[in-house]
């Protein structure tokens, strides 16, 4: 069960930064930096470190600004749920589970970073724009998960299972907001409307 709620912390943190989560495993938490960590323990760890260290910088920085969000909205959404599967896998080797298991964790932390992503992508378009204190938000608490990761995965899961919970509203006060722009009478908010939401 802890190792579930590892999972649950480290793909939402991936969920929200793709290269953050992964450099702070390798250096914080792997005596031979990334030995556990699929495909990258095939790489020479200085070269991963340059790829991570630079990703990350990139994210830390472009997530700042409104056409760097929606950059990085994009590839995350490509990446995020691959590196949770990533993630997911690096804690099934950590605990010395093989097999089925394995494959389940990579499946659990490839969709638990894929909905954290979503909820992120669908507030970046409602609102047009991210706050500043969003971005800083995210960056702390994708530190943060990572950390309770190895070090209390009970807290770290609770986290994430109220980030869930949080997907959950945003996705019901979406759908009430999409439904109250169609007039009275009216079935189909779509309707006599030539531009997308």
Known sequence: MIEVLAVLSLSA?????IALPLLLIGLLYSDRLWANVPLLS???????LGMLVGWS???????KERLGQRWLQ??????????GAIVGITIARTAQLEGWMSIILGILGSLVALVIHLVQVGWFYRLKSVP???AFVQDFLCVALVLLA????RQGGLIVLLLLWLAIRS???????YRQQAGKGQKNPRRHKQDPD
């Open 13 to 17: 943190a991936a969920g929200m930064r």
């Open 42 to 48: 095939a790489l020479p760890p200085p070269l991963v």
């Open 57 to 63: 910088l990139v994210e830390l920085l472009l997530s």
């Open 74 to 83: 994009s590839i995350g959404l490509l990446f995020s749920p691959f590196v």
């Open 132 to 134: 500043l204190w969003v």
């Open 150 to 153: 190895f070090d209390a995965p």
């Open 171 to 177: 996705s019901t006060a979406w759908r009430r907001w």
